[in-house]
């Protein structure tokens, strides 16, 4: 691996070694209603690290079964005034919203996002996504499968907008 | 580049020497309603081989503004009665329904899907998606950046199902 890059399985632990041993098949991951699918587990957003995100679940629906794609397909769902960790690492994001609205924080600017709007944040680019509105805020993030781990950003202010 | 495997922009051209200039910044794809986002362009799905398809449109999200993701991902639309070719490659597929609900053959299996429901396509395995219903079927395809050529997949009898 180059670049010292950690393989990370659903955005948490680094498994250089262990693989997984799971049958790399076409699967079905039909969809429950109710942003849930068949097979899919909810999870904790985080389960290292310090405590600066609240309200965040994940699911991962494309990276822990088995699948040989560079990429993998998390859903997330910030509940009404949660946040996620304020951010930066040198993989790439790719945001598309199915749920509700939220803000994503890149840098120092702000953006409203809604449904299906993409967002690309790009290497390195300090980030934050949270829900100041009172509906869930929903979205795909899609990473490569193989990433760096993120680094907390420290912010100056109390203010996480 | 290891295994022969050609680069494909936009699921076609291989552009293994030419790279794109495009800045790697943070973008927002704005969704402007219609299942179209302002910035991406709608194009046929395929401009090579033969025609062993109909009325399908693409549009590539993420994978042709210079982002440096190992995956690509597009929004591909079958008009009613239309249908992808039926080939097969080395790379994966993950669909995820987001318009209208079609069906999709892997192998000799044919599925219904529809909203939400996201399918892994494993490698080298024949499949080809098609709609034999009366609105638009839509899905966003994810795939590796790098990855090969498909190959058509020759049908023993006429039908498609």
Request: charged residues 35%; aromatic residues 14%; glycine residues 6%.
């Amino acid at each position: 691996m180059k670049n010292k890059t950690e393989t990370f399985i659903s955005c948490e632990y680094p498994l250089s070694v262990q693989k997984s041993k799971k049958e790399n098949k076409t699967r079905l991951y039909r969809y429950r209603g109710d942003f849930r699918w068949r097979g899919i587990k909810v999870e904790r957003y985080k389960t290292y690290g310090e405590r600066d995100w609240s309200e965040v679940i994940r699911q991962v629906i494309i990276g822990s079964h088995g699948e040989s794609t560079r990429f993998h397909l998390r859903y997330f769902e910030i509940s009404p005034k949660g946040y996620t960790s304020f951010e930066r690492h040198k993989h790439e994001h790719v945001v598309v919203v199915i749920r509700g609205r939220g803000k994503v924080r890149v840098n120092n600017r702000t953006i409203e996002i809604g449904y299906l709007d993409t967002i690309y944040i790009s290497p390195d680019t300090p980030h934050r996504l949270y829900n100041p509105y009172e509906e869930p805020f929903g979205f795909f993030c899609i990473v490569n499968a193989r990433r760096d781990r993120p680094k907390p950003v420290k912010i100056s202010s109390r203010k996480r907008g």
